[in-house]
Nanobody, 113 residues
Framework: QVQLVESGGGLVQAGGSLRLSCVVS????????MGWYRQVPGKQREFVANINRGSSTNYADSVKGRFTISRDNAKNTVFLQMNSLKPEDTGVYYCKTYTPDYWGQGTQVTVSS
């Protein structure tokens, strides 16, 4: 059974930082590309960042230069370091495996102005 468990969300003031973690079990993590997505009520879930098994990364334009995705294959964990947070970064953040596709339950990030 594949499980993805996110943590690290919370309430932070604009300009602050948070680090999200996603621990993956039930799959050979080191072979799987991973991604982070976010969603706010009334809007579609949107891409934030991804990382392939070789640690090559991609970012949404809205987070480039502020967010960093990384992975620790020894700990089956993918991270999202979020700096210079803005109120528009508020949402539920989900981690995801690619091919096969599995999602975590999400962690809430709220950035106050």
């Amino acid at each position: 059974q594949v499980q993805l468990v996110e943590s690290g969300g919370g309430l932070v003031q604009a300009g602050g930082s948070l680090r999200l973690s996603c621990v993956v079990s039930g799959i050979t993590f080191r072979f799987i590309p991973m991604g982070w997505y976010r969603q706010v009520p009334g809007k579609q879930r949107e891409f934030v960042a991804n990382i392939n098994r070789g640690s090559s990364t991609n970012y949404a334009d809205s987070v480039k230069g502020r967010f960093t995705i990384s992975r620790d294959n020894a700990k089956n964990t993918v991270f999202l370091q979020m700096n210079s947070l803005k109120p528009e970064d508020t949402g539920v953040y989900y981690c995801k495996t690619y091919t096969p596709d599995y999602w975590g339950q999400g962690t809430q990030v709220t950035v106050s102005s």
